[in-house]
């Protein structure tokens, strides 16, 4: 949506209305075309049964990539209903306000710890980027962060593990819990999704591998912001913005694209919660 035309959209609907149709309008954002995915382990490993359909069966997405048939984009009529339905959409509103696009390509970790670190309302560090306004970033986010867990050089070529961002994430005055999929049976699975979507002190960050959800790519984060249980799916905000919209999953998928292993760890990939630490 252009700027003018939400502010012409603007004398027509009522504030409430005005205000989700931003929304749905920075979700769609998109950047230029990137280059092939940087992260080679990924690249090379092991096709999986699913693969992307085919452009002429897709639905258009907001992006440069086609929306597989199996997902719904949020910017779709029948996302968004989905979403104003579902009562497990505590965590969308936070993290919506704080959506980020990954920087480079191999950063979508950490683009989704800062969405999750500035939503969840914490004493924030000084900023690079704003020195008056105190802010977590991107450019930031490894100042805190042991050089022997994970550095902005090395994350920058190879992304992040489930356990290094688990690890780096401990640097910050948060709680972390971690779940390996591949220890967890999917009602568990189900259950982690459902229950932490339903808070807005805490986040679900998923590390998945996106053939397993019918999408072009390999291993990726994202936070999953709501859980709807009639079609028994999950919304993921999806920081490569200029690759993907904000999609409905269906939590089988997203189950198995968790299960998929990590080639740099030799592990499933898994579930980071992400909440304020109890007083």
């Not at 999806?238 to 919209?245: C, F, G, I, N, T």
Request: glycine residues 6%; charged residues 15%; contains cysteine.
């Amino acid at each position: 949506m252009s700027r003018y035309s939400l502010m012409r959209a603007v004398g027509r609907v009522s504030r409430p209305e005005w205000i989700l149709a931003a929304l749905m309008a920075s979700l769609a954002a998109c950047a230029p075309l990137a280059p092939a995915a940087n992260q080679a382990a990924d690249q090379t490993s092991r096709q999986g049964s699913q693969q992307a359909p085919a452009l002429g069966t897709a639905r258009p997405a907001d992006g440069p990539l086609p929306v597989p048939p199996n997902l719904i984009a949020l910017t779709q009529p029948a996302g968004q209903q989905r979403l104003m339905a579902t009562t497990r959409k505590q965590s969308y509103w936070p993290l919506s306000q704080y959506f980020e696009t990954q920087r480079n390509q191999a950063y979508c970790s950490v683009a989704t710890s800062v969405m999750a670190l500035n939503a969840l309302g914490i004493r924030r560090p000084e900023s690079t980027l704003y020195p008056d306004f105190p802010y977590f970033s991107q450019e930031d986010f490894f100042r805190s962060v042991d050089p022997q867990v994970a550095n902005a050089a090395q994350v920058s070529k190879e992304g992040m593990t489930l356990a290094q961002l688990s690890a780096a994430l401990r640097a910050f005055p948060v709680e972390v819990r971690t779940f390996h999929a591949s220890d967890l049976t999917l009602d568990q699975f189900r259950d982690l999704v459902r229950d932490t979507t339903g808070h807005s002190d805490r986040f679900a960050l998923l590390n998945f591998r996106r053939m397993e959800i019918g999408e072009a790519g390999g291993g990726h984060w994202s936070p999953l912001a709501a859980y709807d249980a009639e079609s028994d799916s999950a919304l993921l905000l999806d920081v490569a913005r200029y690759k993907y919209p904000a999609v409905w999953v269906p939590v089988t998928q997203l189950y198995a694209g968790a299960l998929a292993v990590d080639n740099v760890s030799g592990l499933s990939r898994g579930m980071l919660i992400v909440g304020t630490r109890a007083n």
